[in-house]
Protein backbone atom coordinates (compact mmCIF):
# COMPACT_ATOMS: atom_id res chain seq x y z
CA UNK A 1 0.00 0.00 0.00
CA UNK A 2 1.45 3.50 -1.24
CA UNK A 3 0.71 7.04 0.03
CA UNK A 4 -0.42 9.77 -0.78
CA UNK A 5 -0.44 13.06 0.89
CA UNK A 6 -4.23 14.94 0.11
CA UNK A 7 -4.25 18.69 -0.07
CA UNK A 8 -7.94 19.22 -0.62
CA UNK A 9 -9.20 22.97 -1.24
CA UNK A 10 -8.23 26.45 -0.63
CA UNK A 11 -10.37 28.07 2.51
CA UNK A 12 -10.25 31.59 2.55
CA UNK A 13 -6.87 32.03 0.57
CA UNK A 14 -4.01 30.14 -0.96
CA UNK A 15 -2.67 27.16 1.88
CA UNK A 16 0.94 28.49 2.74
CA UNK A 17 2.23 25.14 3.70
CA UNK A 18 0.63 23.40 0.58
CA UNK A 19 3.98 23.64 -1.11
CA UNK A 20 6.49 22.67 2.31
CA UNK A 21 3.98 19.50 2.72
CA UNK A 22 4.22 18.45 -0.88
CA UNK A 23 7.99 18.83 -0.50
CA UNK A 24 7.97 16.87 2.78
CA UNK A 25 6.05 14.31 1.41
CA UNK A 26 8.18 13.87 -1.36
CA UNK A 27 11.11 13.48 1.24
CA UNK A 28 9.56 10.78 2.92
CA UNK A 29 8.92 8.66 0.16
CA UNK A 30 4.93 9.44 -0.40
CA UNK A 31 4.09 8.40 -3.95
CA UNK A 32 1.73 11.00 -4.88
CA UNK A 33 0.13 14.01 -3.60
CA UNK A 34 -3.48 15.47 -4.36
CA UNK A 35 -5.50 18.56 -5.02
CA UNK A 36 -9.38 19.01 -4.68
CA UNK A 37 -12.01 21.90 -5.56
CA UNK A 38 -15.21 22.43 -4.48
CA UNK A 39 -16.52 26.52 -4.68
CA UNK A 40 -13.60 28.27 -4.35
CA UNK A 41 -9.62 27.49 -5.99
CA UNK A 42 -9.64 25.03 -8.22
CA UNK A 43 -7.67 21.59 -8.73
CA UNK A 44 -4.90 22.11 -11.14
CA UNK A 45 -3.47 25.04 -10.57
CA UNK A 46 -2.32 24.45 -7.21
CA UNK A 47 -0.86 21.12 -8.35
CA UNK A 48 1.11 23.12 -11.61
CA UNK A 49 2.47 25.32 -8.58
CA UNK A 50 3.65 22.28 -6.29
CA UNK A 51 4.91 20.26 -9.71
CA UNK A 52 7.18 22.80 -10.54
CA UNK A 53 8.89 22.85 -6.75
CA UNK A 54 8.84 18.95 -6.96
CA UNK A 55 10.25 16.54 -8.81
CA UNK A 56 9.29 12.90 -8.25
CA UNK A 57 6.03 12.37 -6.60
CA UNK A 58 3.20 11.99 -8.69
CA UNK A 59 0.70 14.57 -9.15
CA UNK A 60 -3.23 13.83 -8.59
CA UNK A 61 -6.58 15.65 -8.79
CA UNK A 62 -8.97 14.21 -6.30
CA UNK A 63 -11.32 15.73 -7.30
CA UNK A 64 -11.40 17.70 -10.23
CA UNK A 65 -15.25 18.37 -10.84
CA UNK A 66 -16.93 17.48 -14.12
CA UNK A 67 -19.22 19.83 -14.34
CA UNK A 68 -16.36 22.76 -14.01
CA UNK A 69 -15.14 21.82 -17.69
CA UNK A 70 -16.02 19.99 -20.86
CA UNK A 71 -14.18 16.62 -21.14
CA UNK A 72 -12.28 17.82 -23.78
CA UNK A 73 -10.69 21.05 -21.09
CA UNK A 74 -9.82 18.56 -18.70
CA UNK A 75 -7.90 16.82 -21.10
CA UNK A 76 -6.07 19.45 -22.08
CA UNK A 77 -5.25 20.36 -18.15
CA UNK A 78 -3.80 16.79 -17.85
CA UNK A 79 -1.53 16.69 -21.01
CA UNK A 80 -0.44 20.14 -20.05
CA UNK A 81 0.45 19.61 -16.87
CA UNK A 82 1.74 15.99 -17.88
CA UNK A 83 4.28 17.31 -20.30
CA UNK A 84 5.18 19.97 -17.88
CA UNK A 85 6.25 17.02 -15.18
CA UNK A 86 7.72 14.92 -16.86
CA UNK A 87 4.95 12.35 -17.14
CA UNK A 88 3.70 12.51 -13.27
CA UNK A 89 -0.02 13.78 -13.66
CA UNK A 90 -2.88 11.45 -12.09
CA UNK A 91 -6.18 12.56 -13.09
CA UNK A 92 -8.98 12.03 -10.93
CA UNK A 93 -12.76 13.17 -11.31
CA UNK A 94 -15.81 13.31 -9.83
CA UNK A 95 -19.62 14.47 -10.56
CA UNK A 96 -20.04 16.23 -7.80
CA UNK A 97 -24.02 16.47 -6.94
CA UNK A 98 -27.40 18.71 -7.80
CA UNK A 99 -26.74 21.41 -5.44
CA UNK A 100 -22.96 21.95 -6.27
CA UNK A 101 -23.47 21.72 -10.30
CA UNK A 102 -26.85 23.35 -10.52
CA UNK A 103 -26.40 25.97 -7.65
CA UNK A 104 -22.47 27.07 -8.51
CA UNK A 105 -22.25 25.76 -12.46
CA UNK A 106 -24.84 26.73 -13.39
CA UNK A 107 -25.76 23.96 -15.06
CA UNK A 108 -28.46 20.98 -14.89
CA UNK A 109 -27.32 17.82 -12.63
CA UNK A 110 -27.78 15.25 -15.43
CA UNK A 111 -30.38 12.73 -15.37
CA UNK A 112 -28.41 9.72 -16.01
CA UNK A 113 -25.15 10.39 -14.00
CA UNK A 114 -24.01 7.08 -15.07
CA UNK A 115 -24.26 8.05 -18.55
CA UNK A 116 -22.66 10.92 -18.11
CA UNK A 117 -19.71 9.60 -16.06
CA UNK A 118 -19.02 7.24 -19.06
CA UNK A 119 -19.20 9.85 -22.13
CA UNK A 120 -17.04 12.00 -20.23
CA UNK A 121 -14.33 9.58 -19.51
CA UNK A 122 -14.91 8.38 -23.44
CA UNK A 123 -14.28 11.41 -24.66
CA UNK A 124 -11.25 12.33 -21.96
CA UNK A 125 -9.75 9.03 -23.48
CA UNK A 126 -10.54 9.93 -26.94
CA UNK A 127 -8.33 13.20 -26.62
CA UNK A 128 -5.61 11.16 -24.64
CA UNK A 129 -4.76 8.66 -27.18
CA UNK A 130 -5.07 10.87 -30.21
CA UNK A 131 -6.08 7.95 -32.90
CA UNK A 132 -8.44 10.06 -34.30
CA UNK A 133 -10.29 12.97 -34.37
CA UNK A 134 -12.80 13.61 -31.25
CA UNK A 135 -16.15 12.29 -32.44
CA UNK A 136 -19.60 10.98 -29.88
CA UNK A 137 -22.85 10.88 -30.49
CA UNK A 138 -23.42 10.85 -26.95
CA UNK A 139 -26.33 12.46 -24.68
CA UNK A 140 -24.40 14.68 -22.26
CA UNK A 141 -21.30 14.82 -24.30
CA UNK A 142 -21.67 14.95 -28.37
CA UNK A 143 -18.52 15.90 -30.14
CA UNK A 144 -19.11 17.38 -32.11
CA UNK A 145 -21.99 19.18 -30.95
CA UNK A 146 -25.56 18.41 -32.95
CA UNK A 147 -27.74 20.36 -30.45
CA UNK A 148 -31.18 22.43 -31.89
CA UNK A 149 -29.52 25.88 -31.14
CA UNK A 150 -26.27 24.67 -32.63
CA UNK A 151 -25.04 26.63 -36.40
CA UNK A 152 -23.78 22.85 -37.79
CA UNK A 153 -20.32 24.01 -38.23
CA UNK A 154 -18.25 22.04 -35.86
CA UNK A 155 -16.24 19.05 -37.57
CA UNK A 156 -14.40 16.62 -35.46
CA UNK A 157 -11.01 17.98 -34.33
CA UNK A 158 -7.52 16.03 -32.93
CA UNK A 159 -5.43 17.80 -30.16
CA UNK A 160 -3.08 19.91 -31.83
CA UNK A 161 -0.27 19.03 -29.09
CA UNK A 162 0.76 15.18 -28.62
CA UNK A 163 -0.20 13.56 -25.57
CA UNK A 164 2.90 12.76 -23.27
CA UNK A 165 0.97 9.13 -22.08
CA UNK A 166 -2.08 8.03 -23.78
CA UNK A 167 -3.05 5.55 -21.07
CA UNK A 168 -2.63 8.64 -18.61
CA UNK A 169 -3.74 7.28 -15.30
CA UNK A 170 -7.74 8.25 -14.93
CA UNK A 171 -9.40 7.72 -11.49
CA UNK A 172 -12.94 8.43 -10.33
CA UNK A 173 -14.52 9.58 -7.02
CA UNK A 174 -18.37 7.00 -7.00
CA UNK A 175 -20.29 7.45 -4.38
CA UNK A 176 -22.95 4.83 -5.94
CA UNK A 177 -23.24 1.50 -5.90
CA UNK A 178 -23.96 1.72 -9.91
CA UNK A 179 -21.44 4.18 -10.32
CA UNK A 180 -18.66 2.17 -8.39
CA UNK A 181 -18.90 -0.49 -10.13
CA UNK A 182 -19.31 1.21 -13.56
CA UNK A 183 -15.92 2.73 -12.53
CA UNK A 184 -13.84 -0.33 -11.94
CA UNK A 185 -15.04 -1.07 -16.16
CA UNK A 186 -13.70 2.39 -17.76
CA UNK A 187 -11.54 3.80 -15.37
CA UNK A 188 -8.16 3.06 -14.02
CA UNK A 189 -9.05 3.89 -10.29
CA UNK A 190 -11.73 4.80 -7.48
CA UNK A 191 -11.55 7.40 -5.01
CA UNK A 192 -13.76 6.46 -2.46
CA UNK A 193 -14.96 9.14 0.07
CA UNK A 194 -14.94 7.15 2.75
CA UNK A 195 -13.45 3.64 3.56
CA UNK A 196 -13.71 1.78 6.48
CA UNK A 197 -11.37 -1.24 6.79
CA UNK A 198 -13.79 -2.90 9.00
CA UNK A 199 -16.65 -2.29 7.16
CA UNK A 200 -15.82 -4.14 3.63
CA UNK A 201 -19.06 -5.81 3.09
CA UNK A 202 -20.10 -1.53 2.12
CA UNK A 203 -18.52 -1.82 -1.20
CA UNK A 204 -18.18 -5.83 -1.74
CA UNK A 205 -20.63 -6.06 -4.47
CA UNK A 206 -19.54 -3.20 -6.00
CA UNK A 207 -16.10 -4.13 -6.19
CA UNK A 208 -16.48 -8.09 -7.54
CA UNK A 209 -14.84 -7.41 -10.88
CA UNK A 210 -12.14 -5.90 -9.94
CA UNK A 211 -9.50 -6.07 -12.46
CA UNK A 212 -5.60 -6.52 -12.03
CA UNK A 213 -3.65 -3.14 -11.90
CA UNK A 214 -6.85 -1.51 -10.68
CA UNK A 215 -6.23 1.34 -7.72
CA UNK A 216 -8.27 2.01 -4.61
CA UNK A 217 -6.93 5.53 -3.26
CA UNK A 218 -8.95 6.20 -0.07
CA UNK A 219 -8.82 9.45 2.01
CA UNK A 220 -8.03 9.40 5.58
CA UNK A 221 -7.61 12.05 7.81
CA UNK A 222 -4.56 11.44 10.00
CA UNK A 223 -3.27 12.67 13.80
CA UNK A 224 -0.46 11.39 15.92
CA UNK A 225 -1.97 12.60 19.25
CA UNK A 226 -2.70 11.48 23.03
CA UNK A 227 -6.06 12.46 23.38
CA UNK A 228 -8.68 10.02 20.45
CA UNK A 229 -11.29 12.23 21.40
CA UNK A 230 -10.07 15.30 20.70
CA UNK A 231 -8.09 14.02 17.63
CA UNK A 232 -11.39 13.15 16.28
CA UNK A 233 -13.06 16.57 16.12
CA UNK A 234 -12.29 17.52 13.09
CA UNK A 235 -12.26 14.16 11.46
CA UNK A 236 -16.26 15.02 12.67
CA UNK A 237 -16.39 18.59 12.07
CA UNK A 238 -15.38 17.27 8.22
CA UNK A 239 -18.14 14.98 8.50
CA UNK A 240 -21.11 17.20 9.92
CA UNK A 241 -20.37 20.05 7.11
CA UNK A 242 -20.15 17.18 3.76
CA UNK A 243 -23.19 14.68 5.29
CA UNK A 244 -25.02 18.06 6.43
CA UNK A 245 -24.30 20.86 3.98
CA UNK A 246 -22.75 19.45 0.95
CA UNK A 247 -26.38 18.12 -0.77
CA UNK A 248 -30.20 18.84 -0.66
CA UNK A 249 -32.26 17.40 2.19
CA UNK A 250 -33.72 15.08 -0.27
CA UNK A 251 -30.47 14.20 -1.82
CA UNK A 252 -27.48 14.22 -0.31
CA UNK A 253 -24.94 11.28 -1.56
CA UNK A 254 -22.69 11.71 1.42
CA UNK A 255 -25.02 10.98 3.50
CA UNK A 256 -26.71 8.13 2.06
CA UNK A 257 -23.20 6.69 2.09
CA UNK A 258 -22.89 6.94 5.80
CA UNK A 259 -26.14 5.17 5.63
CA UNK A 260 -24.96 2.45 3.59
CA UNK A 261 -22.07 2.17 6.01
CA UNK A 262 -24.20 1.37 8.84
CA UNK A 263 -25.12 4.30 10.48
CA UNK A 264 -28.30 5.38 8.49
CA UNK A 265 -29.88 7.04 11.74
CA UNK A 266 -26.85 8.81 12.43
CA UNK A 267 -26.11 10.23 9.24
CA UNK A 268 -30.55 11.70 8.92
CA UNK A 269 -29.82 13.09 11.96
CA UNK A 270 -26.88 15.28 11.48
CA UNK A 271 -28.07 16.41 8.28
CA UNK A 272 -31.01 17.06 10.31
CA UNK A 273 -29.58 19.08 12.83
CA UNK A 274 -27.34 21.05 10.27
CA UNK A 275 -29.99 22.17 7.84
CA UNK A 276 -31.30 23.71 10.80
CA UNK A 277 -28.50 25.80 11.92
CA UNK A 278 -27.04 24.02 14.94
CA UNK A 279 -23.88 23.26 13.41
CA UNK A 280 -22.00 22.49 16.57
CA UNK A 281 -24.60 19.91 17.29
CA UNK A 282 -24.21 18.49 13.78
CA UNK A 283 -20.63 18.14 14.30
CA UNK A 284 -21.37 16.26 18.21
CA UNK A 285 -23.77 13.81 16.75
CA UNK A 286 -21.27 12.12 14.47
CA UNK A 287 -20.77 8.82 15.88
CA UNK A 288 -16.90 8.38 17.15
CA UNK A 289 -17.01 5.38 15.53
CA UNK A 290 -18.01 6.26 12.34
CA UNK A 291 -15.09 9.08 12.27
CA UNK A 292 -13.07 6.77 13.85
CA UNK A 293 -13.55 4.21 11.31
CA UNK A 294 -12.33 6.37 8.19
CA UNK A 295 -9.27 7.94 9.85
CA UNK A 296 -6.31 7.34 11.54
CA UNK A 297 -5.78 8.65 14.61
CA UNK A 298 -4.35 8.50 18.18
CA UNK A 299 -0.84 7.34 19.63
CA UNK A 300 1.69 5.93 17.16
CA UNK A 301 1.04 2.33 18.61
CA UNK A 302 -2.92 2.66 17.87
CA UNK A 303 -2.20 3.97 14.21
CA UNK A 304 -0.04 1.43 13.51
CA UNK A 305 -2.21 -1.14 14.65
CA UNK A 306 -4.89 0.39 12.67
CA UNK A 307 -2.56 0.79 9.81
CA UNK A 308 -2.39 -3.14 9.65
CA UNK A 309 -6.30 -3.11 9.14
CA UNK A 310 -5.96 -0.74 6.18
CA UNK A 311 -3.09 -3.01 4.24
CA UNK A 312 -4.81 -6.69 4.77
CA UNK A 313 -7.71 -5.15 2.12
CA UNK A 314 -7.90 -4.13 -1.84
CA UNK A 315 -6.75 -0.22 -0.82
CA UNK A 316 -3.47 0.27 -3.03
CA UNK A 317 -3.18 3.90 -1.98
CA UNK A 318 -4.29 5.79 1.03
CA UNK A 319 -4.32 9.33 0.52
CA UNK A 320 -3.40 10.71 4.26
CA UNK A 321 -5.24 14.42 4.86
CA UNK A 322 -2.78 15.80 7.28
CA UNK A 323 -1.13 19.14 7.60
CA UNK A 324 1.27 18.14 10.53
CA UNK A 325 4.53 17.29 9.20
CA UNK A 326 4.82 14.77 12.09
CA UNK A 327 2.13 12.62 11.49
CA UNK A 328 3.35 12.54 7.81
CA UNK A 329 6.42 11.09 8.92
CA UNK A 330 4.79 8.23 11.39
CA UNK A 331 2.98 7.39 8.53
CA UNK A 332 6.01 6.79 6.71
CA UNK A 333 8.14 4.85 8.87
CA UNK A 334 5.15 2.92 9.76
CA UNK A 335 4.36 2.10 6.10
CA UNK A 336 7.57 1.28 4.79
Known amino acids: MRLGLALGYWGRGPSADHVPLAQEAERLGYHSVWTAESWGSDAFTPLTWIAAQTSRIKLG ?72 PVELDG ?25 LRAELPVLLGAEGPKNIAQTTRIADGWLPLYWS ?65 GFEEEARRVQELFLAGRREEAVLAVPDAFADDISLVGPRERIAERLELWRKGPVTDLLVLSSDPPTLRVLAELNS
Open 61 to 132: TAVAQMAARSPTTTAMHALTLDHLSGGRMMLGLGLSGPQVVEGWYGRPFPKSPLTATREYVDVVRQVLRREA
Open 197 to 261: PTRPQAYEASLADLRDGFLIAPMARAHVCDDLAEGLLPVKAMLGFYIGGMGHAARNFHADLMARM
Open 139 to 163: RFHSHPYRGPDGTGLGKPLKSITHP
